[in-house]
């Protein structure tokens, strides 16, 4: 797959099939990520990658807790869309209006309470001492790894919702304290619904670009 097609091709996966992924693929997305830049080279990011038994007990232990009602709690805290701009909570409605209005909110919500059904979840965290500049090498680091896993016919989709109860993750997973759990990436291979052929829009070229010359 062209470069081209692949940033075309990649979107949200939001169920998955339960096909499992071969570790070697997994690690070879993860090395292609690792070329993303790094200010200065720190390199502060980690990824801790769960799949088969283990998988399952934090996929249990989620949706147990999702169904008491009990409200996540993500180490990286959760802005509410009145502190965004303007803008930004223009997008947000219309993208969950369309949703609705196309009848799939039930369906998000329960197949994202199974963690979407993905095989794999790969975590990123970064020290809690960590710089802001930071969080800028985490996010091309994870778009990196994204478009590696769609040129490889691998879905993906980074969600809250995989993040949102971090003590289970830590219990689970054994990462330490000092560590800030970010970003969870669900990856898969896509199932067929209507869920994952929605799709979100994105603004006019004008709207976000000012050519000076």
Known sequence: MDFSSV??????????????????????????????????????????LVTGKKLE??????RCMTQKGIKGYSDLPVAHRTSWSLQAQENMKQFSEARIQAGLL???????????????????????????????DLGVFEQTLLLAATSRG???VPAYNLVKYPD??????????????????????????????????????????????
């Open 106 to 136: 039930e369906e998000k919500e329960l197949s994202q309470s199974y963690l979407f059904h993905a095989p794999a979840v790969m975590y990123l965290t970064l020290p809690k001492q960590h710089s802001e500049w930071a969080l800028l």
């Open 7 to 48: 940033l075309k091709t990649r979107h949200s996966v939001r169920h998955f099939k339960s096909t499992p992924i071969d570790k070697d693929i997994l690690l070879d997305i993860l090395r292609d990520a690792q070329t993303s830049p790094s200010w200065v080279n720190a390199q502060e990011y980690r990824v801790w």
């Open 154 to 156: 691998i879905g993906t």
């Open 168 to 213: 289970v993750l830590r219990n689970h997973l054994s990462i330490p304290e000092n560590e800030r759990i970010i970003i969870g990436i669900a990856l898969g291979f896509e199932e067929d619904t209507r869920l994952n052929k929605h799709r979100s829009i994105r603004q006019p070229m004008e709207n976000i670009v000012t050519i000076v010359e």
């Open 57 to 62: 007990c934090i996929r249990d232990e989620y």
